[in-house]
Nanobody, 123 residues
Framework: QVHVVESGGGLVQAGGSLRLSCAAS????????IGWFRQAPGKKREFVGA????????YYADVVKGRFTVSGDYAKNTLYLQMNSLRPEDTATYFC????????????????WGQGTQVTVSS
């Protein structure tokens, strides 16, 4: 089973950038779709973006499309989420998780959740 650890969160001003990392241990990401989700206080967890590790295909929620980029370092077995043009409404705890379901946006299809990393965007 893959275990993941997220890092890279912090406090940033609106319009700024952050890069989150999701490192795998236990086994590689090979054969998985790895997704980023976020959850703000009092809100449901929502899909942000994901990558199908084998093909490198990425897909995103409309609300982040054009601002966020998911990428992977195959040598390091690490997933990244580059976040640009950040907005206060992007403030949330960000999680990565793995799925055997290709192209899913549903958090119920994902497992091996990390502990999350907090992103706070000030206005």
């Amino acid at each position: 089973q893959v275990h993941v650890v997220e890092s890279g969160g912090g406090l940033v001003q609106a319009g700024g950038s952050l890069r989150l990392s999701c490192a795998a241990s236990g086994r590689t990401f090979s054969g998985y779709t790895i997704g980023w989700f976020r959850q703000a206080p009092g809100k449901k967890r929502e899909f942000v973006g994901a990558i199908t590790w084998g093909s490198g295909l990425t897909y995103y929620a409309d609300v982040v499309k054009g601002r966020f980029t998911v990428s992977g370092d195959y040598a390091k077995n690490t997933l990244y989420l580059q976040m640009n043009s950040l907005r206060p409404e992007d403030t949330a705890t960000y999680f990565c998780a793995t799925s055997r379901s290709a192209y899913s946006r549903y958090d119920g299809d994902f497992g091996s959740w990390g502990q999350g990393t907090q992103v706070t965007v000030s206005s």
